[in-house]
Structure formats: C-alpha cells, structure tokens
C-alpha cells in the first residue's frame, strides 16, 4: 500500500485533479473524521486517509466520470447512472484500490459510501459520512445540533443528516436514491 500522508497528499490531489477547495474540503473531512476517530475509538489514521481520499473525483465532467466507469467496467446502479455525481464515491474508491494500492476494505468501504450511505455502515463508513456533511456545513448555524450530535451518538447523527439531505435534495426537484432511501430507513431508528 502507498502510504498517504500530509507529505504527499497535495501530488494526489494534483494527479487526480482535486481543485484547491475540494482539496480544502477533503483534508477537513480528514481531520474531523480522526477528531471523531478519536471519541469513538476508530483507527484515526485509516479515518484520515478515507476523508483525505473520499472525493478524488468530485471535481471531473460527467463525461470523464462516464468515460472512467465504462473503462473499469465499474457496476453503478440507475441512480448513478442518471446522476453521475453519484458515481464520484466508486470511482474514488477504485482508483484508491487499483491505483493508490489501498486494500483495507474499511478504507475502501468508507469512501465508497460516503455520498449516499448504506444500511447497517461500519463505524468509519459512518464517521466519513458524518465528518463530510459537518465539514460542508461548518458555517451554516442551523446545522449546530448536528455538529453537537456527532460526539454523542453517531446513529442519530446520520439521521439528523439524513433528514437535512432530504429536505436539500427535494429543494432542487431531484429523486432520492435507492442507496440513500435505504440508509435513510435505517437510521431513521435512531
């Protein structure tokens, strides 16, 4: 495996085009998720390698996306095929795999799933997933019990921000999708 770390971080960036925000973005996901590691007891320096990588290719076209999934014969489902963003977390997560030799599968998983979730997450798929939704929000006040919530119980967390990207994602006239739906119904228990 390469080791990832604050050394080489920015060359991976630049390789895979991460644009200096998503950069940004990405090495705060990486620190909040480790500060969550932390509380919880997770292995920090696999959080901060999932956060540092969990958007390598946020920032490409649809078309280079499309044209990366049809090349690696990646499975996507409908969702992802009609809102190719949504393929950005596979592509990121593969790339680490095949590119970056990344082969620890709570890493993988954890970048894999942190755009829509999935039932049932291991503690650092939900700790990325909660640390990528704090860190886009950090400046928005509405979202503070969110952000107290993370420290106490990561479940209602991911409900909290289920419900928040409900309301987000039917603003913009768009359909939820399947993978969200269920993470969605899972959580909703919490």
Same mark, same amino acid.
């Given at each position: ?10 060359? %991976?960036?630049?390789?895979? !085009?991460?644009?200096? $925000? ?36 946020? $920032? ?11 090349? !690696? ?7 992802? @095929? ?5 393929? !950005?977390?596979?592509?990121?997560? !593969? ?5 970056? $030799? ?34 886009? @929000? ?19 967390? %991911?409900?909290? %921000? ?22 969605? $119904? ?5």
């Amino acid at each position: 495996m390469i080791k990832i770390t604050k050394d080489n971080i920015a060359d %991976i960036y630049r390789k895979y !085009h991460v644009s200096k $925000d998503r950069a940004c973005h990405s090495l705060g996901v990486a620190e909040l998720a480790v500060k969550l590691a932390l509380v919880y007891n997770i292995n920090p320096e696999k959080a901060w390698v999932a956060g540092a990588l969990h958007d390598l290719a946020r $920032d490409w076209s649809n078309g280079e996306r499309t044209e990366y999934v049809s090349k !690696h014969k990646l499975a996507t489902t409908d969702d992802e @095929t009609q809102d190719n963003i949504l393929s !950005h977390a596979k592509i990121a997560a !593969h790339i680490c795999k095949q590119e970056l $030799d990344i082969n620890d599968l709570e890493i993988l998983s954890a970048i894999a799933s942190h755009t829509t979730g999935r039932a049932e997450m291991s503690p650092i798929e939900e700790i990325v997933f909660i640390a990528d939704f704090v860190e886009s @929000t950090a400046e928005q006040d509405e979202f503070r019990v969110i952000r107290a919530q993370m420290l106490v119980s990561r479940g209602h967390t %991911i409900n909290l %921000i289920n419900g928040e990207m409900t309301k987000y994602i039917e603003s913009l006239g768009k359909p939820l999708s399947k993978d969200f739906l269920k993470t969605r $119904d899972y959580y909703s228990k919490y």
